[in-house]
Antibody, heavy 119, light 110 residues
């Protein structure tokens, strides 16, 4: 069974930093590209970032603007998202998602981790 | 960031059919697969339809997807109370080099 378990969400002040982690199991992690997607309270889904299997190809949403960094550790079956210079509008549930190998959108999602940016 | 266009809400009585549209452009729906997700209240999204019209195992055949040009649609037939949820379409956008999501459609079973 595919499992994606996020952690690291917390309450942080504006301008602060957080590192989100996603532990993957139930599939061959180093055979799948991965993504992060977020959802602000009461709002829709918003794609954040993508990373290929080897970490050599990375894409970010425009709103990231150099503040976030996606990375992965294949031997540890883990995906990460470093969040810096956080703003109130970054408050959201952040989901780790596995990309469908035959397409360009997620097929499995984690349960999410909540990031709250507030003073 | 741009979004794919979905109606904000849809409703029908139990047993009826409801259809949700998703409109995009040549750089997303027009050139890439469309995916549909179901999000029940308080839970993570779940894949409902992938690669335009494929159902993952375990998804009832009451759910079907289609795509034509730069638009796609999700149909739910034989509507049931447990289908009350938010539904999102998604497609990769070649110009943005990222996934675009629709704004979401809340389905209500009357």
């Amino acid at each position: 069974e595919v499992q994606l378990v996020e952690s690291g969400g917390d309450l942080v002040q504006p301008g602060g930093s957080l590192r989100l982690s996603c532990a993957a199991s139930g599939f061959t992690f180093n055979s799948y590209e991965m993504m992060w997607v977020r959802q602000a309270p009461g709002k829709g889904l918003e794609w954040v970032s993508y990373i290929n299997i080897g970490g050599s190809s990375i894409h970010y949403a425009d709103f990231v603007k150099g503040r976030f960094t996606i990375s992965r550790d294949n031997p540890q079956n883990s995906l990460y998202l470093q969040l810096n210079s956080l703003r109130a509008e970054d408050t959201a549930v952040y989901y780790c998602a596995r990309k469908d190998n035959g397409g360009w959108s997620p097929d499995y999602w984690g349960q999410g981790t909540l990031v709250t940016v507030s003073s | 960031q741009s979004v794919l266009t979905q109606p904000p809400s849809a409703s029908a009585t139990p047993g009826q059919r409801v259809t949700i549209s998703c409109s995009g452009s040549s750089s997303n729906i027009g050139s890439n697969y469309v995916y549909w997700y179901q999000q029940l209240p308080g839970t993570a999204p779940k894949l409902l339809i992938y690669r335009n019209n494929q159902r993952p195992s375990g998804v009832p055949d009451r759910f079907s997807g289609s795509k034509s040009g730069t638009s796609a649609s999700l149909a739910i037939s034989g509507l049931r109370s447990e289908d009350e949820a938010d539904y999102y379409c998604a497609a990769w956008d070649d110009t943005l080099s990222g996934v675009l999501f629709g704004g979401g459609t809340t389905v209500t079973v009357l």
